[in-house]
């Protein structure tokens, strides 16, 4: 009858002569390499003009766009696509798709949104142009 640490020994042999064996990844002999699966693929390359830091206050003057989410506001100007924030809907009423604003808050490009879209901009003004 065979002990415990025969078998173990037994199965960790076979696992390092069966890895030894095995060609390594770009060596004749070797498997192709799988595609990434899409949980793997890379973020896309963020955009060229720096976000704005998080807390400090900024003015942007720029087009309010409907977004691709239902109830979802962008800012767009030059230097990229804000989310529009209201924490109270009534500084919002001026947003509308289409219309040419000046707003001022903070950009929180840490907030997690439903929007999935521009850097989250928390507004505390607007005012049309």
Partial sequence: MLTRPVI????LLTLVLGAA?????????????LAPSS???????????????????????????AGVEP??????DATGSYLLIFDDPATGSEATPGARV?????AEPG???????GVPFTVASVQAR
């Fill in 39 to 65: 949980s793997e693929v890379a973020d896309p390359p963020a955009p060229s003009a720096e976000p704005p830091p998080a807390g400090a206050i900024r003015t942007i003057t720029g087009t309010v766009v």
């Fill in 8 to 11: 173990a020994t037994a199965v």
């Fill in 21 to 33: 064996g095995r060609a390594r990844p770009g060596e004749p002999g070797a498997a192709p390499a």
């Fill in 71 to 76: 109830g979802c506001l962008i800012l767009q």
């Fill in 102 to 106: 000046t707003v001022v808050g903070r």
């Fill in 111 to 117: 907030m997690v949104t439903t929007c999935q879209q």
